[in-house]
């Protein structure tokens, strides 16, 4: 029986506990010993039974950058606007990580988006694996590539962003007397990593070594119950945005069946979009099930939403 931590770190979406949730049900079944450190530990709460293992708080850094970039081009800005542009605080996140393995005496990591944590558990030689989508999980190639194609990023700027990102990384590293890295692709190349996705869906136009696992079984929450009616059956999963009055608004006024799932937004202020036929959900849902018995979906581009209902072959 090995000691397991299944870690989130950054990111906002259900979708990062969910895929660390199906992992922890396959390795309690092998009999291993399973924790959990959360960026959002309500989220945990609500996804993750209590017998899977306890949940703890992921060392996360808490505001914004010094100086974030306004467009990320790729993986070494992404790091550079979540706290690698400030070596004392990455430290301190560094050791932390290191810490709470230690204490949980940490002998394998599945890290979902968690950069930090993969980087603090190479220090003390934990195996780990990177899980994810192909945003979390980049090709290792140097420079990090652009996953924004449409930009025609010059290598130049690939380059020089490689090297600010891993001049502050070792810079928080000599202050915990860790040996500096080569390349900044060093922080994650000793991690298996696990391609939750598939070649159509991956954020990188590039060739993959590693393969594409797909989507493992998401299933999780209540089956769907539409509302009774002869109009389409819709399904939207949404996010507080500019965008969701006016699609509020839209499903207000359509003969649809809605079943409308929003989160981080109360109830109450929903009041005026009620009709008969659409239906709020306060709770999880199956989206497989949804999937399978919807005529179409709205989401705001989450991941594992859009492929669940691609896979059955509905219009989003």
């Known amino acids: 029986m090995a000691r397991v931590l299944l870690a989130w770190e950054l990111g906002s979406n259900y979708g990062h506990l969910v895929s660390l949730r199906a992992l922890a049900r396959l390795l309690r079944a092998a009999g291993h010993n399973c924790s959990f450190a959360a960026r959002q530990l309500g989220y945990a709460h609500e996804f993750l039974e209590p017998e899977l293992g306890p949940c703890f708080q992921s060392p996360v850094r808490l505001g914004t950058g010094r100086n974030p970039v306004k467009t990320q081009a790729s993986y070494a800005s992404l790091l550079h606007n979540t706290g690698f542009d400030d070596p004392a605080e990455l430290a301190g996140r560094i050791q932390a990580w290191r810490v709470l393995y230690q204490t949980l005496k940490t002998e394998y990591l599945f890290a979902e988006h968690s950069p930090v944590a993969l ?31 449409k930009m025609k990023v010059p290598e130049r700027i690939l380059q020089h962003n490689d090297a600010e990102v891993l001049k502050e990384l070792n810079r928080a590293l000599e202050r915990l007397k860790l040996g500096p890295f080569d390349t900044l692709q060093e922080a994650l190349r000793d991690a298996r990593p696990a391609l939750l996705t598939y070649r159509p869906l991956d954020h990188y136009d590039l060739p993959r070594q590693e393969p594409y696992l797909g989507m493992p079984d998401y299933a999780y929450g209540d089956a769907p119950v539409w509302p009774e009616g002869k109009g389409p059956k819709v399904f939207a999963y949404l996010r507080p945005g500019a965008y969701l009055p006016p699609v509020l608004d839209a499903l207000k006024d359509s003969t649809a069946r809605v079943l409308l799932r929003i989160s981080g937004v109360l109830p ?43 896979l059955a072959g509905k219009p989003g």
């Not at 558990?121 to 924004?148: E, M, R, W």
């Not at 659409?278 to 939403?305: K, M, W």
């Open 119 to 149: 980087i603090a558990a190479k220090t003390l030689g934990i195996p780990a694996c990177n899980v994810g989508t192909g945003f979390s999980v980049p090709p290792l190639v140097a420079p990090f590539p652009s996953f924004q194609p």
């Open 268 to 310: 109450a202020r929903l009041k005026n979009y009620r009709r008969p036929g659409l239906q709020l959900i306060d709770r999880p849902v199956n989206f497989r099930l949804a999937a399978e018995s919807c005529d179409a979906f709205l989401n705001y581009g989450a991941h594992g939403t859009v492929a669940e209902f691609l």
